[in-house]
């Protein structure tokens, strides 16, 4: 699939990778995986782990909520050290002043750019060469007052669109922006000092995924390629990549 001419469909196909599996200049990878694991394969993830790390999962109050953010870092960890051959406790990680991680060392890992998100029970990771990535993941809660959220966060054209929106499919349709406006501003690496209401994004479902435009970057849909992934049932995903010229593989990860 490539990158601008990516369709949008409600089946994609999570795919088991082969042995030998490698990241390609021009590849875009995206995984997915489950954050419910047995204890005591969250015991052999925590191995993986560095002592801050380690320190940082202790302070979450919920045994669940630490138990999946161990099995997320660990996971990426793992994915990062198979990329570029190196046991996954020897990186180091930093973050630029938004908090978008980056690869410290080893100084041969710089050029691969990752994101990460999870909600829910679900994670997903994005990995490319010398391009820009930014992915996001929401679990679609029925308690959210989605409407006023709207209001508060969505751009004037989204508020709009998403009105004239039959009601069965506003609470869809907000799920879907939400996650293509987080994956853009992790994409540009600002965070939320990245208004969300200075760009906008296609939202209706069963239409293609698409940057439509950016008061903030112009010419932000000509250097960004926006794609909807489909995380499983319950959940809205969105890939932002730099540039166009991208193949994407979605991949299951079995740990």
Not at 65 to 81: E, P, S
Not at 221 to 245: I, M
Request: aromatic share 12%; proline share 5%; glycine share 6%.
């Amino acid at each position: 699939m490539k990158g601008m001419g990516m369709q949008n469909h409600h089946h994609q196909f999570w795919r088991t990778p082969p042995g030998n599996w490698q990241l390609a200049e021009n590849e875009v990878h995206i995984w997915r995986t489950s954050l419910d694991v047995p204890l005591a394969s969250v015991e052999s993830l925590q191995a993986v782990l560095v002592d801050e790390e380690i320190a940082r999962a202790r302070r979450f109050y919920f045994a669940k909520d630490r138990q999946h953010w161990i099995v997320a870092r660990a996971t990426l960890r793992t994915l990062l050290g198979h990329y570029l051959n190196v046991a996954p406790q020897k990186l180091c990680f930093s973050c630029n002043e938004y908090g978008k991680p980056a690869l410290l060392s080893p100084v041969a890992g710089q050029r691969l750019h990752f994101n990460l998100s999870h909600s829910g029970d679900l994670a997903l990771y994005a990995f490319a060469y010398d391009r820009e990535v930014g992915v996001d993941v929401e679990q679609m809660r029925a308690n959210v007052d989605y409407a006023d959220l709207a209001t508060h966060f969505f751009s004037a054209y989204e508020c709009v669109a998403l009105r004239a929106l039959p009601v069965e499919c506003q609470e869809e349709a907000f799920f879907l922006c939400w996650s293509r406006k987080e994956a853009y501003i992790k994409a540009r690496g600002k965070g939320l000092s990245l208004p969300l209401d200075q760009f906008d994004v296609s939202l209706a479902p069963n239409e293609p995924a698409r940057l439509l435009g950016s008061r903030e970057e112009p010419g932000a849909s000509e250097r960004w390629s926006l794609s909807a992934l489909f995380p499983g049932t319950g959940y809205a995903g969105a890939l932002v990549v730099e540039g166009a010229d991208w193949q994407l593989s979605c991949w299951q990860w079995q740990g």
